[in-house]
């Protein structure tokens, strides 16, 4: 009896070395566990990084080409002796400055606001490239309304004259009476044979009005560029921007710019331009920075934008080379992820205008 007690006595509890060998299994797991939840959460966040930056990529590109592809469009109007710049004279300056507003946004050189500039014709007018600006002096001298600390250099910049894609509804031909558009406000009036910039508040009138019926489109220009930084000066965000009228009855008589920024991550933006040297309506040949004497000849617009993810991954290192272009090879060597994209826009507008010979 007394044995059977000391046996089952000695059968019950474990050793010290199998508690050890037990809690050494159990941390192994534990660790296991833990490793496998942290490199699942670095793939997620890696992940969701990369969506993002697929995502800001598509809404750039997006608003590039909606805007590239609409080039040239004024009002249906293909004469370009029959586009004047205010109701009474043919002057963009003064246009532009009836009510106070400043002359701004033009080339330093040329000394002309480019937003209502179309004395080189309604095509010539049309672009205004940038081809690689190796600094903010570089970008302010072509776009005077960039702010050269902000811009990113090394980065192309285009600016994109047109109106909106259908009539604005804000008029009606019933007389006398007509619902005005909204005052503050920069549209094109046109009538099949000549249109004629105006402000909403002061309706066309004198020696450029145009006679009915006509038709009011609203005027949307805009300047795409890189900014160095995203939401605060200094944070190190590249970010693809532009300037665009403020077209909406707060920015002034005309509207005055304002800057908007569409895309964080865009490190770089490298415009190619097709020209239809063979006057097939096809791109022959893609250029950079093509003369103003070429702009007639572009047909579409190849863009390649270099994104990169917000913030660093510290268990990721870029070493590869990225090529946009003609541009010099970048191997940037630090802890971002990176994609390149391209497109191609066709400019169709610019192409049947040249194929009227206007």
Not at 149 to 167: C, E, L, M, V, Y
Request: with cysteine; glycine share 8%.
């Amino acid at each position: 009896m007394n044995n059977r007690i000391r046996q089952v006595s000695r059968q019950s509890g474990v050793t010290l070395i199998e508690l050890m060998i037990g809690l050494g299994l159990g941390i192994l797991l534990l660790f296991g566990v833990g490793l496998l939840f942290t490199q699942n959460k670095q793939s997620y966040l890696q992940n969701e990084a990369i969506a993002r930056l697929q995502e800001e990529a598509r809404f750039a590109i997006e608003e590039l080409a909606r805007d590239l592809s609409m080039a040239g469009f004024i009002a249906e109007t293909v004469d370009t002796t029959a586009i004047f710049v205010g109701a009474t004279t043919d002057d963009e300056a003064a246009f532009h400055n009836a009510t106070g507003a400043t002359f701004n946004c033009g080339p330093t050189a040329a000394a002309r606001n480019w937003f209502y500039d179309f004395q080189a014709g309604l095509v010539e007018s049309t672009l205004l490239t940038g081809d690689n600006l190796a600094t903010g002096a570089a970008a302010q001298a072509l776009y005077s309304c960039i702010d050269p600390a902000a811009f990113q250099p090394n980065t192309d910049a285009i600016g994109i004259k047109r109106t909106s894609g259908t009539p604005s509804g804000f008029r009606n031909d019933t007389i006398p009476a007509e619902v005005l558009a909204p005052a503050g406000r920069v549209y094109v009036r046109e009538n099949g044979t000549r249109a004629v910039f105006y402000q909403s508040e002061f309706p066309v009138a004198g020696g450029r009005a145009v006679v009915q019926p006509y038709r009011d489109w609203e005027y949307s220009p805009k300047i795409y560029y890189v900014r160095n930084f995203g939401v605060t000066a200094g944070d190190g965000v590249p970010t693809l921007c532009r300037i665009r009228l403020v077209n909406d009855g707060t920015g002034g008589s005309p509207p005055l710019h304002t800057e908007e920024c569409i895309a964080q991550g865009v490190e770089d933006l490298q415009i190619e331009y097709g020209l239809d040297t063979l006057d097939d309506g096809s791109a022959n040949v893609y250029v950079r920075g093509p003369a103003v004497a070429d702009l007639p000849r572009v047909v579409s617009v190849r863009i390649y934008l270099l994104m990169r993810t917000i913030n660093e991954d510290v268990g990721y290192r870029d070493d590869r080379t990225y090529v946009l272009s003609n541009k010099a090879a970048y191997t940037p060597g630090d802890r971002f992820h990176r994609r390149i994209y391209a497109s191609t826009i066709v400019v169709q507008n610019v192409n049947d205008i040249r194929r009227l010979s206007f």
